[in-house]
């Protein structure tokens, strides 16, 4: 399996435009979540999906942030209008029921809101 | 969720073992701790996972007290390349499973 996939790794944009990240979590998987880290705040749980249905969303900042899980291969994170302390790199993980604590991270994606 | 201290920082040599505690006073009985390695530039990677006593896997060994306050990341004759930042996690399999909590981590430096 190539591991979880994001896209695209690195994005930049200007205040007020809306911003997709998209994952792809590995196949087989029934848990999806996505985090956000920066310097000041570090790792932090935004949402996570199990079979597809989120979960938990209440580490999202607020209403301009939205996730999407449409199918089991496919998630995407949207900000809109996106601002600069938007500007962090978002991970994407996933992992399977039974496998306890042990998420696979994607690469991420380095979001930079000018 | 349980909450974990552990060092800022940690430098050490290569070929030194290298010892990282992490202290979780409020540990409940079913959680499990945990730790998770970034590198510069990716994302968090699983290490090990452990209830009690000791558990060693190819990449380190857990040490965890008969009390469980405390918990003991080894990495054994460490090279420039286990450079990283450690993260010590507890949480039970039922609420805690699922939702990793991150704290600041230990971010350790191997000189030559």
């Known amino acids: 399996d190539a591991g979880v996939i994001q896209s695209p790794r690195h994005e930049v944009t200007e205040m007020g435009q809306e911003v997709t990240l998209r994952c792809k979590p590995i196949?087989?998987?029934?848990?999806l979540f996505w985090y956000r880290q920066t310097m000041m705040r570090g790792l932090e749980l935004l949402i996570y999906f199990n079979n597809n249905v989120p979960i938990d969303d209440s580490g999202m900042p607020e209403d301009r942030f939205s996730a999407k899980m449409p199918n089991a291969s496919f998630s995407t994170l949207k900000i809109q209008p996106s601002e600069p302390r938007d500007s962090a790199v978002y991970f994407c993980?996933?992992?399977?029921?039974?496998?306890?604590?042990?998420?696979?991270f994607g690469p991420g994606t380095r979001l930079t809101v000018t | 969720l349980a909450k974990t201290t552990q060092p800022i920082s940690m430098d050490s040599y290569e070929g030194q073992e290298v010892n990282i505690t992490c202290s979780h006073n409020n540990i409940a009985t079913n959680d499990y701790i945990t730790w998770y390695q970034q590198f510069p530039s990716q994302g968090p990677r699983f290490i090990i996972q452990g209830y009690k006593t000791k558990v060693t896997n190819e990449v380190a060994s857990l040490f965890i007290p008969a009390d469980r306050k405390s918990s003991t990341l080894s990495l054994p004759r460490v090279s420039l390349s286990d450079t990283a930042v450690y993260y010590c996690l507890v949480g039970d399999e039922v609420s805690g499973a699922q939702k990793l909590v991150f704290g600041q981590g230990t971010r350790l430096t191997i000189n030559p």
């Open positions: 993980a996933s992992t399977g029921t039974g496998e306890s604590y042990e998420q696979y």
């Open positions: 196949s087989g998987h029934d848990y």
